[in-house]
């Protein structure tokens, strides 16, 4: 896999910046707490904390000191194992397949904004593909529903390019914007799709009813296809239509498999301690639930309020 | 300084919103209940972004002849005359102050008679699309597809008054077996369980996604390094 | 070429085909199939019927025209129910085009069935509002900065039946009839867990799903599609017999239902057959090469 | 305007779209240009209307706007509107070379307020409340001490499924042994779900195809 020089270990400045505001994060929730204590004394009303919100604030900083210790730990060098994801060996596979028979590469980011967290995973995968794209010499072709997403997808493909040492490659007009409207952008991409024919076809974002009508059209004329949404709704159709599925998570999990990157693995890492704890909570919960149910016990009843409190 | 300034945003109105979600009220908390507000105003100047990219393409394909010039024309006819009523609101009988999509307006027309339809028949393209794609997929190839394939035909058969017509003559004891139920069991439990799962994995994603960007450790989306 | 194989790669084209004859002539025919509501349906229905006369119920049409098929017939089983039961209705939208639904409803199906219902004191149309699930927190947190007038610009002071709604928590319940985001999990996220209001509705059948696991700690009742909506009608009916002769959109439409399903699932056999049959000469074929043989053939 | 000519542009419209089933022509191409400008500029234009008009313009200026924002008359000005004017425009710098840079401030401002905006939300009801409503008794009992066989086999099922699920979503370590069974009964739950999804969304599909045909069956019934 081609990765730019930048990319391929972290820059240690960039680290320590990183930590230093990790701190003052955690400097700013403290603050907050500090002014509800110091406000709940004078303010008679009610604090300026939201009491409601002391689990999630407890069980957010278990999860993202969690995924911080990792970053942290894979940072400093410790080495880190990504599990297969099938469908992400077969991009270089599939771009190569495009090259040789002279055709484009379509991406499609989705139809959700930058106001997506999946989006955003998007853009980022996009720029790997662009890297790997950029070395191969086909031509990549982003239709784009929102214009905030067309901006973002010019930096980062064109980042990519010039990464990659062809910056000359890089086409503006072919990352461009459709129309924001569902189904005209769904009408545009299927026109694009039987008459470019493309060789492969990403659909990787957030996506909605127009999944299968893109994924059906692609199927029709034979493309590789390699989709990918954290929307459940869309999943089954993406399953049943495309050659490869990145299911939910694996989206998000997709950008550190392509990198490599120690601090994304250490991320992913931290993603999975989460699980952990919540398979952990799960279990517990429903043993103490389902002691309580047997045994009316009021001791167990007491110690699965505690953990029912944790999760509200 | 071109990409520190711009990371330095990310951080403060990132820790700014996270902040605003457990703080009752003060700045964090307008801030927390605006961002939807200010994003959509946003949008609004980024259209001038897109509109831009759609006029330039298309005008190109005009003017370099390219392979269906003809239809861009159509494109860019349908688009400055739209854009004219819509945003001057012509033709709309309480002028400008009316409601831009009061009855009888032109922008409504174009709404009623070309947007609606288009995009309804769009969408019902869907209704062949899931046949031919159940058709294709729905295969007991491996263990896993015939799971998919099994599941599947269990609702579409539970969904109708046809399932509970082909189990209606199972005995009382086994009842939870009659089509109708097996479905609704499977979307209640099988289903759910599935489900949570996988809200629970995109959960963390997005947790640690937004973690990363608000850190700055994530910040492919700004681009070129300078 | 066997017999298998020209099943297996049979032409899109025809299955098209097939589905265009088995929506169109049901719809000519016009059976009628009798349904009855599931408990996740009939618990929408009895928190209505339960609510005391003059109730507030908040109705959101979060959904444009592309989805109405599916949910117009809910929205006029829910108006017919809140609007027999004697509720005030709010009805409100988050999706732009969700005002021509709503206009639907007040200029064709009041005036007709409920005449004696006036504006203002049985229903009001507090009509679309941008910021999609920010809306639903802004909302809660403080009603009137965001809803002040309704959709015409009439201050809800002005109304008698909205002057004293001055939070969210004023509405006993929460409807929601919904095709995407936002919809009900937005109304669950920012509404029904923060402010404890019942949030219930329905959704198209593909949101449905994804709602499920809400139900029943978060989200009371939901209906899933038409068919949910054909629950809901056969619950109506059943309580109030006078329904019987109204037209009932959603069983009506059950008939191209029925007959599609029995033929995907024809579809489905047919393929598996033709699979396995096919498949004894030739071990080892897979989706791919399945794929690029149809490509192939049609090029 | 007149109906029967909007039934027939509405016929005319759906007819064309159609036809792309059967394969690429020129009536697709020309519905599909059509609808891409149309809806493009119709959506700007709805967007300039309900959201620049009503939410800057009317929070900024609240008196010059009083003839076209209903409500505005006699409010103050909201200042905190000029941050999204700021930033909106920072993003139109894009549009010179020179100032291209500036945008990325704006981009800065969205991506990370989704990321704050987002974050919690996710925690609160995609994390906590999902884990919380997974913790049920596995033995269900009726208020008299009988065991319930159908439910509790349901929420053996709940509870397992969604740890399988889980552990199939497991990057950092390999799926081998014990956990690779666990995650592959991970992934039948996954196509169960998926199955049973999918099932469920034909229904909505043929109701969509439903009401596009009954809209062809009201232009036929002009004709006759």
């Known amino acids: ?312 | 300084m071109r990409r520190k300034i711009p990371l330095i945003i990310t951080f403060i109105i990132g820790v700014v919103l996270v902040t605003g979600y457990f703080v009752t009220r003060g700045p964090f908390n307008t801030l927390y209940e605006s961002f939807s507000d200010y994003f959509a105003i946003i949008t609004v100047f980024a259209f001038i972004l897109g509109g831009g990219s759609l006029l330039k393409i298309h005008l190109k394909r005009v003017s370099n002849r390219s392979t269906d010039w003809p239809y861009s024309v159509v494109t860019l006819a349908g688009f400055l005359v739209t854009l004219v009523i819509g945003l001057f609101k012509v033709g709309n009988p309480d002028g400008m102050g009316g409601e831009i999509l009061a009855a009888g307006s032109w922008l409504r027309f174009l709404f009623d008679g070309v947007y609606n339809p288009l995009s309804a028949t769009m969408f019902s393209l869907l209704a062949f699309f899931v046949a031919s794609a159940s058709y294709r997929a729905f295969r007991a190839r491996t263990k896993e597809a015939t799971i998919l394939l099994s599941a599947a035909m269990v609702i579409l058969l539970g969904r109708t008054p046809v399932g509970a017509w082909l189990t209606a003559w199972m005995p009382e004891i086994l009842g939870f077996l009659e089509l109708p139920n097996l479905a609704n069991w499977i979307m209640a439990w099988p289903n759910t369980a599935g489900q949570r799962a996988i809200m629970i994995g995109i959960a963390l994603g997005v947790i640690a996604t937004s973690l990363r960007i608000i850190l700055g450790i994530e910040r492919n989306y700004l681009g070129r390094r300078e | 070429m066997r017999i298998p194989d020209s099943i297996l790669h049979i032409d899109r084209r025809i299955i098209f085909l097939l589905i265009g004859a088995a929506v169109c002539i049901p719809l000519i025919l016009q059976p009628r199939f009798q349904d009855s509501p599931t408990p996740i349906v009939q618990s929408i229905f009895d928190t209505v019927e339960r609510l005391p006369s003059g109730s507030r119920v908040f109705l959101s049409f979060d959904y444009g025209p592309d989805t109405a098929p599916e949910l117009d017939p809910m929205a006029k089983a829910l108006v017919r129910h809140t609007m027999t039961r004697g509720h005030e209705v709010s009805f409100f939208t988050l999706f732009p085009e969700g005002l021509g639904q709503i206009k639907k409803i007040t200029d064709n199906l009041l005036p007709v069935e409920f005449p004696e219902k006036a504006y203002g004191r049985d229903f009001v149309n507090l009509g679309y509002k941008a910021g999609l699930g920010g809306a639903i927190n802004t909302m809660v947190v403080n009603f009137r900065t965001l809803i002040n007038a309704d959709a015409e610009g009439t201050p809800l002071d002005d109304l008698p039946m909205t002057a004293d709604v001055d939070e969210m928590v004023d509405y006993a319940i929460i409807l929601s009839l919904t095709a995407g985001d936002p919809g009900l999990k937005e109304w669950i996220q920012f509404a029904g867990d923060i402010a404890g209001i019942p949030v219930m509705g329905g959704g198209t059948a593909v949101v449905a799903p994804e709602l499920y696991p809400y139900y029943p700690q978060q989200l009371v009742g939901l209906m899933g599609g038409l068919k949910g909506a054909s629950e809901y009608e056969s619950a109506l009916v059943d309580r109030y017999p006078a329904y019987r002769n109204a037209t009932m959109d959603a069983t009506m439409r059950m008939g191209p239902q029925v007959v599609t399903h029995v033929l995907i699932v024809l579809l489905i056999l047919l393929g598996n057959l033709a699979y396995f049959f096919g498949r004894s000469g030739r071990p080892g074929r897979n989706d791919r090469t399945d794929r690029a043989d149809q490509a192939d053939r049609r090029r | 305007m007149d109906v029967t000519l909007q039934l027939w542009i509405d016929a005319a419209l759906t007819l064309m779209i159609l036809s792309f089933l059967y394969r690429d022509n020129p009536f697709y191409k020309f519905a599909e240009h059509l609808f891409v400008g149309v809806s493009a500029a119709y959506l700007m234009a709805i967007g300039f209307w309900d959201h620049l008009v009503p939410n800057l313009l009317g929070k900024l200026f609240p008196s010059l706007m009083s003839g076209v924002v209903p409500g505005a008359v006699g409010r103050s000005p909201d200042y905190y509107y000029i941050i999204p004017a700021v930033f909106g425009l920072l993003l139109l710098t894009r549009l010179v070379d020179r100032w291209a840079w500036l945008s990325r401030w704006a981009l800065a401002f969205i991506v990370g307020g989704s990321a704050g905006f987002n974050l919690p939300r996710f925690l609160d009801s995609d994390f906590i409340i999902q884990v919380q409503s997974t913790m049920v008794p596995l033995v269900v009992l009726d208020p008299a001490g009988n065991l319930l066989w159908g439910a509790s086999f349901s929420h053996i099922v709940l509870v397992l499924g969604v740890i399988c699920g889980l552990v199939y979503f497991f990057f950092s370590v390999e799926h081998k042994g014990i956990l690779g069974h666990v995650s592959r009964a991970g992934i039948w739950v996954l196509m169960v779900t998926f199955g049973a999804a999918f099932g469920y969304t034909v229904m909505a599909r043929i109701s969509l195809l439903t009401g596009r045909m009954e809209a062809l069956g009201a232009w036929l019934a002009t004709m006759f």
């Not at chain 1, 930058?114 to 982003?142: C, F, K, P, W």
Request: hydrophobic letters at 45%; charged letters at 20%; glycine letters at 8%.
């Open chain 1, 1 to 312: 896999m081609r990765l730019s020089p930048s990319r391929r270990k972290p820059h240690p400045d960039s680290f320590a910046i990183a930590l230093l505001r990790a701190v003052l994060a955690c400097t700013v929730f403290v603050a907050m707490a500090q002014t509800d204590l110091l406000f709940a004394q004078t303010d008679t009303e009610s604090g300026w904390f939201n009491a409601d919100r002391t689990q999630a604030l407890v069980l957010g900083i278990v999860l993202t000191g969690a995924i911080l210790l990792y970053v942290v730990l894979a940072a400093s060098g410790r080495p880190l194992f990504i599990r297969k994801i099938a469908g992400l060996e077969t991009v270089e596979e599939a771009v190569g397949r495009a090259t040789e028979m002279g055709k484009p590469i379509l991406y499609v980011p989705g139809l959700n904004d930058m106001d997506e967290v999946q989006t955003i995973a998007s853009m980022n995968l996009l720029g790997h593909l662009a890297t790997i794209i950029a070395g191969y010499d086909s031509r990549l072709h982003v239709p784009v529903r929102k214009s905030l997403v067309m901006s973002v997808a010019r930096e980062t493909v064109q980042q990519s390019y010039l990464s990659a040492g062809r910056p000359d490659a890089y086409q503006e007009d072919d990352i461009h914007y459709v129309s924001d409207a569902q189904f005209a952008y769904a009408a545009a991409v299927d026109g694009i799709i039987v008459r470019e024919r493309p060789a492969a076809c990403f659909y990787l974002g957030g996506f909605y009813a127009e999944s299968l009508i893109l994924a059906e059209t692609g199927n029709s004329i034979g493309a590789i296809q390699i989709a990918g949404t954290a929307r459940p709704p869309q999943l089954p159709f993406f399953v049943a239509a495309c050659d490869y599925t990145l299911i939910g998570e694996e989206l998000f999990a997709a950008s550190a498999y392509l990198s490599k990157e120690p601090r994304m693995l250490g991320s992913l890492k931290g993603q999975d301690a989460g699980k952990g704890i919540a398979i952990v909570f799960i279990l517990a919960g429903s043993a103490l639930a389902t002691l309580e149910s047997v045994t009316g016990n009021e001791t167990v009843r007491e110690v699965s309020q505690i953990v029912l409190w944790l999760f509200r």
